[in-house]
T-cell receptor, first 112, second 112 residues
Framework: QQQVKQSPQSLIVQKGGISIINCAYE??????FPWYQQFPGKGPALLIA?????SEKKEGRFTISFNKSAKQFSLHIMDSQPGDSATYFC???????????FGEGTQLTVNP | EAEVAQSPRYKITEKSQAVAFWCDPI?????LYWYRQILGQGPELLVQ????????DSQLPKDRFSAERLKGVDSTLKIQPAELGDSAMYLC??????????FGNGTRLTVT
């Protein structure tokens, strides 16, 4: 079963705080784990991605932590800003550029 | 920065009517995807093209949905007849070999 479970469904954080979104997957054949950010009325945009050969990847204020044995990965947004308010989706795919399977999404609100 | 172009941005149609969406991928991207995103959920793949060939249409409701990419560039997704449950955002995405998916801003379909 190619499922990706995401939590929480919604998250409210104060400006400057840390936002943490978690995802769990079932299919051990997945080898690519991106996070997408989506603003209302827009398509999803790639934020950051990781492959299972590393346990962490950081780009600016965004970090992916990956736990292969637990089949879990998470997005950390440091120093969260109101402009980060959006819906975030984790996703996973198998090798050879196959289809992305998305999580259900997390609506993040960062209060000023 | 190159973008995936989609039209129309919004479409309102009555139940049982036909509707069509158009997508122009980023130049040089051989792989094209159509995703459906129901409000509050993550995108779900409908069909994947590699050049002009369909490589995955397992989730496409073929009794009413059709997709084509005749010259391996732009693509059209058609629904006939439309049903109330088809109301959703239809997203097109494209990618080059072993590269991230780039999404368009979608077509918001409302079936009345």
């Amino acid at each position: 079963q190619q499922q990706v479970k995401q939590s929480p469904q919604s998250l409210i954080v104060q400006k400057g705080g840390i936002s943490i979104i978690n995802c769990a997957y079932e299919n051990t054949a997945f080898d690519y784990f991106p996070w997408y950010q989506q603003f209302p009325g827009k398509g999803p945009a790639l934020l950051i991605a990781i492959r299972p050969d590393v346990s962490e990847k950081k780009e600016g204020r965004f970090t992916i932590s990956f736990n292969k044995s637990a089949k879990q990965f998470s997005l950390h947004i440091m120093d969260s800003q109101p402009g980060d308010s959006a819906t975030y989706f984790c996703a996973a795919s198998m090798p050879s550029g196959s289809r992305l399977t998305f999580g259900e999404g997390t609506q993040l609100t960062v209060n000023p | 920065e190159a973008e995936v172009a989609q039209s129309p941005r919004y479409k309102i149609t009555e139940k049982s009517q036909a509707v069509a969406f158009w997508c122009d991928p980023i130049s040089g991207h051989a792989t094209l995807y159509w995703y459906r995103q129901i409000l509050g959920q993550g995108p779900e793949l409908l069909v994947q093209f590699q050049d002009e060939s369909v490589v995955d249409d397992s989730q496409l409701p073929k009794d009413r949905f059709s997709a084509e990419r005749l010259k391996g560039v732009d693509s059209t997704l058609k629904i006939q007849p439309a049903e109330l449950g088809d109301s959703a955002m239809y997203l097109c995405a494209s990618s080059a070999q072993i590269s991230p998916l780039h999404f368009g801003n979608g077509t918001r379909l409302t079936v009345t």
